[in-house]
């Protein structure tokens, strides 16, 4: 399982971000897909996930609203699109997948293989 995250930067505040996460070495359309952030000093938390064929999604309270995933499977790609970014959105960004073929995830604690991240910086 390879995931690599990208699409970060450095934006001003309200300004907009599309995250991508390329997935390889496995069947992307059996699994769900998360994405989670890691403010600096702090722990990483659960942003969104999406299921495996894109029916279903969730969103943290945090940033519903504001953020927008989805899936591309053909590609083999899984974005999360950030709207009306805060300085507090500052963090990097990684996606996550199970351990296991997983369609449906119970809460972001099902997700265990992470990508590499990409730094969003949110200036005000």
């Known amino acids: 399982v390879q995931l690599q995250a990208s699409g970060g930067g450095l934006v001003q505040a309200g300004g907009s971000l599309r995250l991508s996460c390329a997935a390889s070495?496995?069947?992307?359309?059996?699994?769900?897909i998360g994405w989670f952030r890691q403010a600096p000093g702090k722990e990483r938390e659960g942003v969104s996930w999406?299921?495996?064929?894109?029916?279903?999604?969730y969103y943290a309270d945090s940033v519903k609203g504001q953020f927008t995933i989805s899936r591309d499977n053909a590609k083999k790609k899984v974005y999360l699109q950030l709207n009306s970014l805060k300085p507090e959105d500052t963090a990097i960004y990684y996606c996550?997948?199970?351990?296991?073929?997983?369609?449906?995830?119970?809460?972001?604690?099902?997700?265990?293989?992470w990508g590499q991240g990409t730094q969003v910086t949110v200036s005000s």
């Open positions: 070495g496995f069947a992307l359309d059996y699994y769900a």
């Open positions: 999406i299921s495996s064929r894109g029916t279903s999604t």
């Open positions: 996550a997948a199970p351990a296991e073929r997983l369609w449906f995830p119970n809460s972001f604690g099902d997700f265990h293989y």
